[in-house]
């Protein structure tokens, strides 16, 4: 099996992937890697969650590394890397920021819907990468503020999402603002034929990478659903912990708000709970890493870009409570436990709204997890386990019941 050591990279690249826990690349990583770092034109098809953040990130610091050298020498945008929506932009920027952490590189993102100062005064200071969302990058560069004239990389993230957006016309704008003499990576989670066809347009004798999704989940980890109402998660997690004596579990949440939301409310309830996700400074996440795995705390909550690098030999659970919209990014979580020959449990919450979430997943990893029905906090429409096959036409539920849920719900009270 490669190694990133294999891949010869500078020590203080090595460095930094160490310290992240990283020890072999993941397939895409393998593959992409050595071609980037040749200087060739990639075309990388892979889904979010198999590491095409790394795949790129690192083969860019470590030929930028040795252009930029010492601290003292003038910050010039040598890559560019556009990705559809701000929260793309910030976890590539976190990826950036974390793996080049022992160079002088410097890094930063700009998006709209916020004010541009801060933005305009950091690119004033100079960055040797920037990443950026397609409207705020074209609106500074018409003010003056971007120059994409010494640009070596040029890095398309998301396009398949990009082209589903609206976003291709300012891509080819873009383009066009660069020089040709670029290195131009182009990744994408599926390759329509416009992707193809916009990939065709401006790239040079590129190569194409693809990866198949990752589909197995480990044996020895125990699969669990609980199908629950979105408004008693909360109460159902707690219900979880308290009553099975659970105490180290990483809780996957999708956003980094609900992360806040529910260690707030495990702690109402005393259990020590903590968060990881990307407002957190690297520092910060650390300590909190440190703590959970020397048993301090008890429950880590986690969103997905945060919990990259998390290695835990035994960890005995891991709890969905939000089911992630893309299948394979179920395998990546759930195969935190169950690692090293250890057996591991993996829980999932699925809501109404994330029906269509499960049976991807079903799908994709043909697993025949437990549905457990012998909780507080089941539909309230009385789902059962046939309801949840693709065939279910929730239009049609008998109108008594949904009139009893709704009644049911206003007298509720919320225990947090």
């Known amino acids: 099996m490669m190694t990133f050591e294999d891949l010869h990279l500078l020590r203080n690249i090595q460095q930094a992937l160490k310290e992240e826990g990283y020890e072999n690349p993941t397939p895409i990583q393998e593959q992409a890697i050595p071609i980037i770092l040749e200087g060739t034109d990639l075309v990388g098809c892979a889904q979010t969650g198999t590491g095409k953040t790394a795949a790129f990130a690192i083969p860019i610091l470590n030929t930028l590394h040795r252009i930029v050298g010492g601290a003292s020498k003038r910050k010039l945008i040598r890559t560019l890397v556009v990705t559809p929506t701000r929260e793309l932009a910030i976890q590539v920027e976190e990826s950036f920021s974390t793996y080049g952490k022992y160079t002088n590189i410097r890094s930063m993102v700009v ?62 704008k873009i383009i066009k603002l660069t020089p040709e003499n670029r290195q131009t990576l182009l990744f994408s989670a599926t390759m329509p034929i416009p992707i193809r066809e916009l990939a065709d347009t401006f790239l040079t004798k590129a190569k194409y990478v693809s990866v198949t999704p990752v589909a197995s989940t480990a044996e020895k980890i125990h699969q669990k659903v609980y199908f629950v109402e979105k408004e008693d998660k909360r109460k159902l997690l707690y219900h979880i912990i308290r009553n099975d004596k659970i105490e180290n579990v990483i809780v996957f949440t999708r956003t980094k708000h609900g992360a806040d939301n529910v260690v707030k409310a495990l702690r109402k309830n005393n259990v020590l709970a903590e968060a990881i996700h990307g407002d957190k400074s690297q520092s910060a996440r650390q300590r909190v890493l440190d703590a959970f795995k020397n048993k301090e705390i008890s429950v880590l909550v986690a969103t997905d870009i945060a919990a990259r690098g998390i290695d835990i030999e035994s960890l005995p659970f891991v709890i969905n409570f939000d089911l992630p919209n893309i299948p394979e990014t179920y395998v990546h979580r759930i195969g935190r436990t169950g690692r090293a020959g250890n057996s591991g449990v993996a829980i999932s919450f699925c809501g109404k709204d994330e029906l269509t979430y499960w049976k991807n997943i079903e799908r994709l990893t043909r697993i025949n997890a437990k549905i457990i029905t012998d909780h507080p906090f089941p539909f309230k429409e009385n789902t059962t386990e046939a309801e949840t096959q693709p065939k279910t036409d929730f239009r049609n539920k008998n109108k008594e019941k949904s009139r009893k849920s709704t009644a049911s719900k206003k007298n509720k009270k919320r225990w947090y």
């Open 111 to 172: 998006f709209g819907g916020v004010n541009q100062n801060n933005q305009v005064d950091q690119l004033k200071k100079g960055v040797d990468i920037l990443i950026a969302t397609p409207g705020r990058l074209l609106d500074l560069h018409k003010q003056g503020f971007i120059s994409l004239d010494h640009l070596h990389y040029l890095v398309l993230d998301e396009a398949d999402l990009m082209l589903d957006m609206g976003f291709i016309n300012d891509v080819k």
